[in-house]
């Protein structure tokens, strides 16, 4: 059956099979389970797992590559408006501008150590992605284009608007992914395509060796054994009613670190991107604000200015989508329920719109029936993002407690892991930054601590015994709740108790809530029983998935009395830099979720840079 | 294969009852079901929902079906916004993403079936391995003979050379277009198809590749290129609204002139050379 199947990684695996790499079975919980070796494994491949895996080959080491989608239907895809570098293509710029602005951004809760490694290897990533033949927009020079964007600024605030967002029209997100998948195609990575990654496999001392992930052609499951494991899942929006995340965002990598015992970081902060289309949720890029677009409210007024003097609309996200909520509230939204703001790009001259923002012309004509040269686009602050993640140092080496003791054998880059780059609040265009950075640093730092063509991993005889057992319970399971229902329970939950501005009632309600949710998890009921593209038992255990993350997000939230960055409590409003300036660290003291609790604990916040090059950013008031 | 005879098989829902109230839009869509497990013969099943109370686009009433009436429904998706380009699949007899084609209420089923002419894995699911593989055989990347110099910052290109990848850089390969061509429905082994062709034809156009004539000799082949006559299905259905066949106009243009006989010995080279560049029958 299998050869009416063939897929390129088998074929891929066939052919190495010659040079002495043997895939054996073995039988577990009645199930045939291939055992593969490899140096590395990269679980996801959308930015930061493509970087991952080329990096990895490009240092020789034997690569696997495991995507629960093809990697071109990642959810890097979908982003607009593009990667900041101080390239300096259109003014003066330094990277440690962009580094300040990344910094007060995240509202202190940054560590600047990541950042400044960010900050400063952005030209050079930016330039190298050039050189695989990203399609940047150009200026009269030829150089790379850059737009200005949410937060950026030059000379530490006091220069005014930084023009350094590098852009490919308003599709650059999917310019970057598809350059680089080529690249990954260039270097030969070995991709395992649509194969479900269940969980993490560790040794008992605390080494993760590797992971378990189910075959969706054809429902086999197989044991990657690994000397280096890099998570690059993504975040998890799909835990609330609207978001601009697509389906497959259920942070599958983070509540499998998660289900290993370690902790989570953050995840209280969840980004509300000020421009999501109303009602439908699809993403209306910051570059249009970049580009000149002003958001008005129902007397027409440019409101942004009011609530940040200097960069109005281009204000920091966390910003704006709170002006946006607030304006709202005092009833001067937009339609005929007053529940919306309008984006007004009809005053940009229309050659603009069609070679800078083509893209979201053509998504604002399909899902908003708007044509946005002549009338505004109906927009509300929509979840976006998730700063949260798996706690890493600036090296991607993930860490499990307060004291950085470092996991061996585990990374984790881009959006499912917390440097922490992002802090409390994400700077727009910072996100396809962080990716190929910290991908690159992944693959980087495992070529530092594990050899080409290293002996193989000896996995414990019945490791990923217990998911097995738990994916065959669940694709048995027949309880009363459908998954879409007890996730809509879930989605709900998040959107009405977590939203742009928390209050501690809602928080404490919302603490009750994602509880009953977690119990009823084990009244879930799958009705596909049967192994080959079982979709209905893949959303099963995403579900499980977002419920973990959800579930660590309304504790940290509820817990967390200040507001800072994209948090807002109601209740405590100001920024709390005495007691809080710190990071949440959140565990399940069980790994399945309905039977486990929630633990919080708290991890400083690294605030100084990694060397000279860059001063410490020390706290400040921040107002834009 | 995938054009199934219609079997019509009103589905009773088990979990949830389905009353329609006066002021309900019933809509009934036919889809076309295949078990892998059990491999009988495919076939239509009917659903009918309630338009009212549901998002749209096509990709809500199947994920409307699929969450209250059928969870054993399945079909790929992600992004719905028209991006990621997994919700490919021929709706009406026409090649779309199911996020961006509108529900048009009707008194017939709205049939949706896998795309055509493709191994399907399961229901909706169609197999494009041969399709990646024959991406990955154009080498989709910038190749360039120099070696960048340590101070030398991106490669200068001016906005009318950048223009040139207009209409062609924002494919989002989602085989609309390769599975609409019967010229790729009878040789999809040794044609490479409008998606294909129209990304060799992208970095050809690149002013910052320089293995222009290598590419241009790597598609001149009587099977890879010239396989395609025209027909135009690729153009009609592209759901992003690019145009493949004339690419491959352009490329047919620039093959004739440059052509020199030196290509036939450039190419044996590169195929003796890089045995691992696909060519020919591509499924293994």
Redesign the interface.
Known sequence: MLSR????AA?AAARLAKSVRKVSTTQIGGYEVFDHSYDAVVIGAGGAGLRAAAGLVGHGLKTACITK??P????T??AQGGINGA?ANMTEDDWRWHAYDTVKGADWLGDQDAIQHMCRLAPEVI?EL????L??????????YQRAFGGQSLKFGKGGQAYRCAA?AD?TG??IL??L???A??F?CLFFVEYFAMDLIMSDDGKCLGCVAMCM?DGSIHRFGAHSTIIATGGFGRAYQSCTS???CTGDGSAMASRAGLPMQDLEFVQFHPTGIFP?G??LTEGCRGEGGILRNSEGEPFMARYAPTAKDLASRDVVSRAMTLEIREGRGVGPNKDHIFLHLDHLPPETLAERLP?IS??AK??AGVDVTKEPAPVLPTVHYNMGGIPTNWKTQVVKDAEDTIVPGLFAAGEAGCASVHGANRLGANSLLDLVVFGRQAADTTAELVKPNSPPVVLPKNAGEASIARMDKMRHCSGPI???VLRRELQVTMQKYAPVYRNADDLAKGKEAVVEVMKKFKDVG???R???????LIETLELENLINQAAQEMYAAEARKESRGAHAHENFPDRDDENWMKHTLSWLDKPHVEDAKVVLKYRRVIDQPLDKEMHHVPPAKRVY | MALAARISRPFVP??FSRSFAAAAQPQTFAIYRY???QQAKPFLQEYNIDLKSCGPMILDALIKI???V???L?????????????CAMNINGKNGLAC?LYIEPSSKPIEIQPLPHTYV???L?P???NF??QY?SI????K?KDV?AKDD???????ED?AK?DGM??C??CACCMTSCPSYWWNPEYYLGPAVLMQAYR?IA?S??QFTEERLAWVNDTMKLYRCHGIMNCTNCCPK?LDPAKAIVHLKEQVAETYTDAWKSMMTEEIVKNK?RESGMM??
């Not at chain 1, 049967?530 to 209905?536: K, S």
Request: hydrophobic content about 30%; aromatic content about 10%; some cysteine.
């Open positions: 199947l063939t897929r390129p074929n989608v093809f071109t239907r990642s959810h895809v979908a390239l330039l050039e050189s695989f033949g399609p940047f927009s150009r200026t009269p020079e030829g150089k790379i490919a599709r999917h310019a598809h350059t998948y080529g690249m195609l260039k030969d052609e697509a389906h497959t439908a699809c993403l893209g053509e998504t399909i899902f459908p998954t879409a799958v009705s596909d049967t192994m080959i593209w079982n979709t209905d | 088990r979990l078990d892998p497990d699929k969450d209250e059928d969870t054993t399945t079909f790929r998706r992600s992004c719905r916004e028209g991006i990621c380009g997994s961006l894995v399961k229901d699911v197999d494009l391995t990646y593989n990955k080498e989709p990347w910038l360039r960048k910052k991106e490669y200068f290109q001016s906005r950048r990848l850089y924002e989002i390969l970095w690149d910052r590749d609204g691992g499924y293994m």
